[in-house]
């Protein structure tokens, strides 16, 4: 793939990330409910390392940097290991729509800390929508009312909040990474701690599974394990490898509104009219963030332009002359 084609496909991969990382929520959803927390996210890194595990030859050709294994580490505790801890605790609290919502903050986590880490240009265009989306996950998350499906919204809301946290480091973390291993690298490294960090996590949390599992939530696993540990990582790290952290997570304001699209069309999850007021405000956001200002053009006349002849001479005039004359300024001596 050459470095065009490459830098082509960075939005296309990244917004396939979205959606699948949207749907998840929906899925996590299901899951939580049927296997606990704690089982579900073993049960799916376990999965991902099955098919990572053939990739293992194509792994030992990346090179290695001296040093990067803290930074391998610090990745893949950032996510998947405590993003989802915090995140399947989260769902037991709070709908998937709302918990999806939360994510709207991620984004600014991401600008802030690109400009200070990375030392990324972030435009106040970029900070100012990115503070509207997150006026609106706040509006959305305390208007939310308990329901069987969510008997803590405010909690659950808080500890995705957390969970986001930690993903906004592992999109720094990330970034600095992928100028050097490839993305299906990083992913098979978050994947393998992640299996041997759950398995004494889910023998401390008591979660079993079921003497009957249902169609639904071995779906859910399945869809959890290879559609969002390999796909969706992988194409969210290879995106980061072609655009800067904050533009990448500029379009994660995009997050929000997919996952209530999706609580809505696969579990039947309504929000109040105050939500739905607080959604639009998170779609303003992400339209503020992403759109640029108007260029400013100098526009000279034609025929100030158009090259004369000279009275005295056959020679005509230089159109740099004639607009050195007419714009200093505008044209180096």
């Known amino acids: 793939m050459t470095a065009n084609t490459a830098q082509r496909m960075a939005l296309p991969a990244l917004i396939v990330a979205i959606l699948v990382w949207a749907s998840s929520f929906v899925y996590m959803k299901i899951a939580v409910a049927e296997f606990g927390p704690m089982l579900t996210v073993f049960l799916r890194m376990i999965l991902a390392s099955a098919v990572l595990f053939f990739f293992i030859p194509v ?13 391998f580490l610090a990745l893949a505790l950032c996510e998947p ?38 030392k990324e240009s972030v435009s106040k265009r970029l900070i100012a929508g990115c503070l509207v989306a997150v006026a609106g996950a706040i509006l959305l998350s305390v208007t939310g009312e308990a329901s069987e499906s969510a008997p803590n919204p405010l909690l659950g809301n808080l500890l995705e909040f957390f969970a986001i946290g930690f993903a906004a480091a592992y999109s720094i973390i990330a970034r600095r990474l992928m100028h050097r291993y490839s993305p299906l690298f990083l992913t098979g490294i978050q994947t393998f701690v992640g299996s041997v960090f759950f398995l004494p996590a ?53 997050l929000p509104l997919a996952c209530l699209f999706f609580g809505w ?39 100030m332009i158009e090259t004369p002849l000279s009275e005295t001479s056959a020679e005509p005039v230089s159109v740099r002359d004639k607009q050195s004359t007419i714009l200093p300024g505008l044209v180096e001596h």
Not at 59 to 71: A, L, S
Not at 202 to 227: K, N, Q
């Open 59 to 71: 792994f030992r050709k990346e090179t290695y940097h001296k040093g990067d294994w803290k930074w």
């Open 81 to 118: 290991c405590l993003y989802f801890v915090f995140e399947g605790l989260a769902l037991t609290y709070t709908t998937a729509s709302e918990a999806g919502m939360i994510t709207s903050l991620q984004p600014l986590m991401v600008a802030v800390a690109a400009y200070y880490l990375l």
């Open 265 to 303: 069309l696969l579990l039947d999850e309504t929000l109040t009219m105050l939500q739905y007021l607080g959604a639009l405000i998170v779609l303003a956001g992400v339209i503020v963030s992403q759109s640029k200002p108007k260029q400013k053009t100098v526009f000279i006349e034609q025929e």
């Open 202 to 254: 889910v023998m401390l949390s008591g979660d079993t599974i079921p003497a009957s599992v249902s169609w639904d939530g071995a779906m859910a696993i399945l869809f959890l394990a290879w559609g969002v540990n390999i796909i969706a990582f992988t194409c969210y790290n290879f995106s980061l490898g072609k655009m800067p952290a904050s533009q990448a997570g500029a379009w994660l304001n995009l």
